[in-house]
């Protein structure tokens, strides 16, 4: 079950004189839009989510079963999904959370779980907290590659286990503000991870579920959540006259 909900339309009336040259100014100068989104991934078995697609595996391994977003492990090892709403490119300083549980665990392995935000739109880029064996990591996908994130503080370990259900979240503010948390199963908070975005960082984007798993292993996602403000969209409304009278006006609807 999806649930979104952004700023209402608002009309802009100003003189037809003008023209658009003014019309541009006005958008550059458009205050930043709260928004909210929600995805429970309740479905029918063996679909996607609406909106979401798949990242680096097919639709076999990355789908609803059991009213959760399952991801199974395989060949490549890398993998999750992304959302690809209308406006999602445009989401900027937000949080996404979303619960996990793991079908298996050991601090010992490289698996992971994670949640990632300003994903593009191929999905090559974006940030990723993660957590992996007993603590909880800060890291970018930069043109398809994974690394660490920059000046990377991890926070206090925990002992997670296979079949419990944690919630994991990432902040992303501004151009380098980048925070992890991860809460266990009782909802506490059990520990936190900063990071700066480093010598190419992202400025808006959508949110994914990744996971880093061998075949016979996995993670099921449920209850995501996000919430933020999103850059200014371009108008989406008519607009009704460019020319006319020095007193007439025009009026154009613009999503925030």
């Known amino acids: 079950m999806m649930r979104i909900r952004t700023s209402s339309c608002f009309r802009t009336v100003v003189p037809a004189m003008i023209?658009?040259?003014?019309?541009?100014?006005?958008l550059q100068h458009a205050v930043a839009a709260p928004f909210e989104y929600e995805n429970t991934f309740e479905g029918a078995d063996n679909t996607q989510p609406e909106g979401w697609q798949p990242i680096d595996v097919g639709a076999d391994r990355?789908?609803?079963?059991?009213?959760?977003?399952?991801?199974?492990?395989?060949?490549?090892?890398?993998?999750?999904?992304?959302?690809t709403g209308d406006g999602s490119q445009l989401w900027q300083d937000y949080t996404v959370s979303v619960d996990f549980n793991a079908t298996f665990?050991?601090?010992?392995?490289?698996?992971?779980?994670g949640v990632a935000a300003r994903v593009s739109d191929d999905a090559e880029d974006m940030y990723i907290a993660l957590?992996?064996?007993?603590?909880?990591?800060?890291?970018?996908?930069?043109?398809?590659?994974?690394?660490?994130m920059t000046n990377e503080q991890i926070g206090?370990?925990?002992?997670?286990?296979?079949?419990?259900?944690?919630?994991?979240?990432?902040?992303?503010?501004?151009?380098?503000?980048?925070?992890?948390?991860?809460?266990?199963?009782?909802?506490t908070l059990v520990?936190?991870?900063?990071?700066?975005?480093?010598?190419?960082?992202?400025?808006?984007?959508?949110?994914?579920?990744?996971?880093?798993?061998s075949s016979g292993n996995g993670v099921r996602y449920s209850n995501l959540e996000v919430s933020g403000t999103a850059r200014p969209g371009m108008?989406?409304?008519?607009?009704?006259?460019?020319?006319?009278?020095?007193?007439?006006?025009?009026?154009?609807?613009?999503?925030?």
């Open 19 to 26: 023209g658009f040259a003014t019309v541009g100014l006005l």
């Open 62 to 83: 990355m789908r609803i079963v059991n009213n959760a977003y399952q991801y199974d492990g395989g060949t490549p090892t890398f993998g999750g999904a992304h959302y």
């Open 105 to 113: 665990w050991s601090p010992t392995t490289s698996t992971w779980s």
């Open 131 to 148: 957590v992996r064996g007993n603590q909880l990591r800060l890291w970018q996908r930069d043109g398809g590659s994974l690394s660490a």
């Open 156 to 187: 206090d370990t925990f002992t997670y286990s296979a079949g419990e259900t944690w919630r994991i979240s990432l902040s992303v503010t501004g151009d380098d503000q980048v925070v992890a948390q991860l809460f266990d199963d009782t909802g």
């Open 191 to 213: 520990s936190t991870t900063t990071a700066e975005g480093g010598s190419n960082p992202l400025h808006a984007g959508s949110v994914g579920v990744v996971g880093f798993w």
């Open 235 to 256: 108008p989406t409304g008519s607009i009704f006259a460019t020319t006319g009278p020095p007193n007439s006006v025009f009026s154009m609807d613009m999503w925030l």
